[in-house]
């Protein structure tokens, strides 16, 4: 039998190495496919790897929500009482009356409205935009006392006069309502009390900072007198 066994051997030599090849082609083709699976498995899921998923057709991308424009605020937070009106011809007679700004030998329009508190004491002032503060100027025993002049969007300007003090230097950047300065008193309107005097301006054009309270920037335009 076992002559039998390696005359088979012999007569089927070739086809037992052609068997035994194409067995371990086949097992290398498995585990090197199963390599890659495991490579590919780590990169997408366990493996810490990052998960990019793509928006779908139907998301929308989001856009911020665009916010709302600032609002005109009043330069003083007590209460208080408008000692000197703004000059328009087309108001009451006794409004237009307290518009016009004497020292006695001269007689001034007012381009703007002065703010005392109700009991005549100092206070705080406050810009009424966020702004840069573009020129200081004056003191506190000037004619107009210390004044600070304060550059806002849509071409639009505030002036602070009869200051007693100021907080602010040129160049600063106001984000919100902020302390700029302190009321005082001044020579050229002594009657005015302790105050601060506001003026708006529009490219050229004087605003009354009545027309103006509650308003945003963009609509000054339209009030312009």
Do not use: C, W
């Not at 002065?114 to 935009?129: G, L, Q």
């Amino acid at each position: 039998m076992n002559n039998n066994f390696k005359n088979f051997l012999k007569e089927k030599k070739d086809l037992l190495i052609f068997l035994g090849v194409l067995i371990i082609t086949f097992i290398s083709v498995i585990t090197i496919a199963s390599i890659a699976g495991n490579d590919k498995d780590k990169n997408v899921g366990g493996g810490g790897g990052n998960i990019v998923v793509p928006p779908g057709d139907d998301e929308e991308p989001t856009t911020p929500e665009p916010q709302p424009e600032p609002k005109f605020q009043l330069p003083i937070k007590d209460k208080y009482v408008i000692s000197r009106e703004f000059f328009d011809l087309t108001a009451d007679p006794s409004v237009l009356a307290n518009a016009i700004i004497s020292n006695g030998k001269t007689y001034v329009e007012s381009r703007g409205i002065s703010f005392k508190r109700e009991d005549n004491k100092v206070f705080d002032v406050y810009n009424v935009f966020p702004g840069e503060v573009i020129s200081v100027s004056g003191n506190a025993e000037s004619l107009e006392g210390f004044t600070i002049s304060i550059k806002h969007d849509n071409d639009l300007t505030s002036t602070y006069s009869s200051l007693s003090s100021v907080n602010v230097s040129v160049g600063d950047i106001l984000k919100d309502t902020t302390k700029i300065g302190v009321s005082g008193t001044t020579v050229k309107d002594l009657d005015a009390g302790i105050h601060v005097h506001l003026t708006l301006v529009h490219k050229t054009d004087y605003i009354n900072p009545k027309n103006a309270i509650d308003k945003e920037i963009s609509e000054l335009a339209s009030v312009v007198k």
